[in-house]
């Protein structure tokens, strides 16, 4: 398995593949992941029903996994895991996906059953986020990857991304997080990146893609980016360096002028806000921590703050931000920190 740590380094044991020996079994953990996620589109779901006519098989080992999956056995099984292995999600480094060709090692559906139990029947979520994707980076790291095409890519923190660059394709799936581009140019074969809203396409450019729960957000460093709404393509703008629109399930935001430096800080592991209200600051703080930040006077949440920080030492800046801003920060054990 190749494992790619911090800021891109390789791990020492990379190259550990094997290649899988039953992909029928494969194939079904997929569909099955797909679906525990969320509803199948419709040209999936036809996708799915064709996959299960191609044998039998297909359809017993699908109703196998999702048998095991839903039974009794493995709630119990998760519920006796030990806390210290429930923490093992969170790795400090970046991973292909279980479901990545070069990192395939089941051995059947009664190990498929195991990985789910050892590995995050009790943090449901996460497992299928890790079915997904093929890159994957922890909270408060950053990795760069290079792509099939050559195209870089640079992870920020808690991301996740899938890809598919088969038969001249260049197609990535923001899953979760935001990850920067820097795009090798190729007019005859369109870099396209989506995210849960909306779609970039690009020949040869550099930008940035975040995606939360109700947006996302592209910014263009360089180049020229067309951006469209996955649910209508003919909602469309494009980019100018410099430039940058949201999209959400009902529109696209006006164009707005905006400076990648800022934005972008944290490609050098840094946050830049200007006259920014501190609620907003730590949500954007919060995304790289590991702990828990709360805010126990509201008032707090409206102190206008500006500053320029480091994101490996983020109690270090809301101590600095809360001292600027005359509030009270007391540190508690957990991780937690408090603000009054």
Request: hydrophobic share 50%; aromatic share 4%.
């Given at each position: 398995m190749i494992r790619v740590g911090q800021e891109g380094?390789?791990?020492?044991?990379?190259g550990e593949a094997s290649a899988y020996p039953d992909p029928i079994v494969d194939e079904a953990l997929e569909w099955l992941a797909r679906q525990?996620?969320?509803?199948?589109?419709?040209?999936?779901q036809q996708q799915f029903q064709e996959w299960l006519r191609r044998s039998p098989r297909h359809g017993e080992e699908f109703r196998s996994l999702e048998a095991m999956w839903g039974s009794p056995e493995?709630?119990?099984a998760a519920e006796g895991l030990p806390a210290a292995a429930r923490g093992s999600m969170d790795r400090r480094r970046l991973l292909p996906s279980a479901r990545h060709p070069r990192t395939r090692s089941l051995r059947g559906a009664a190990a498929a059953a195991i990985v789910m139990i050892a590995i995050g029947a009790w943090q449901y979520p996460a497992l299928m986020l890790r079915w997904r994707a093929d890159y994957i980076t922890a909270t408060g790291d950053r990795a760069n990857v290079s792509l099939p095409d050559g195209s870089l890519m640079l992870l920020?923190?808690?991301?996740?991304?899938?890809?598919d660059f088969r038969n001249g394709q260049r197609h990535v799936t923001i899953l979760e997080g935001e990850a920067f581009f820097d795009v090798r140019h190729d007019p005859a074969h369109p870099?396209?990146?989506?995210g849960h809203f909306g779609e970039t396409e690009v020949k040869g450019t550099a930008f940035a893609v975040r995606t939360e729960s109700d947006r996302d957000?592209?910014?263009?460093?360089r180049g020229r980016v067309e951006v469209s709404r996955l649910s209508d393509s003919g909602d469309h703008v494009e980019l100018d360096p410099g430039e940058m629109v949201t999209a959400t399930a009902k529109a696209l935001s006006t164009v707005?002028?905006?400076?990648?430096?800022?934005?972008?800080?944290?490609r050098d592991g840094r946050i830049i806000f200007e006259n920014q209200r501190l609620s907003r600051v730590l949500d954007e703080l919060r995304r790289y921590y590991h702990g828990i930040v709360i805010v126990a006077d509201g008032r707090v949440d409206d102190l206008v703050v500006t500053g320029n920080y480091r994101l490996d030492d983020v109690p270090g800046a809301i101590g600095t931000l809360a001292d600027a801003a005359g509030a009270t920060m007391t540190r508690l054990p957990g991780g937690i920190i408090l603000l009054r």
């Open positions: 380094a390789e791990d020492d044991k990379a525990q996620n969320a509803p199948l589109a419709r040209a999936d493995l709630r119990k920020n923190t808690a991301s996740a991304v899938s890809i870099f396209r990146v989506a957000t592209v910014v263009l460093e707005v002028r905006r400076d990648p430096s800022e934005i972008l800080a944290w």
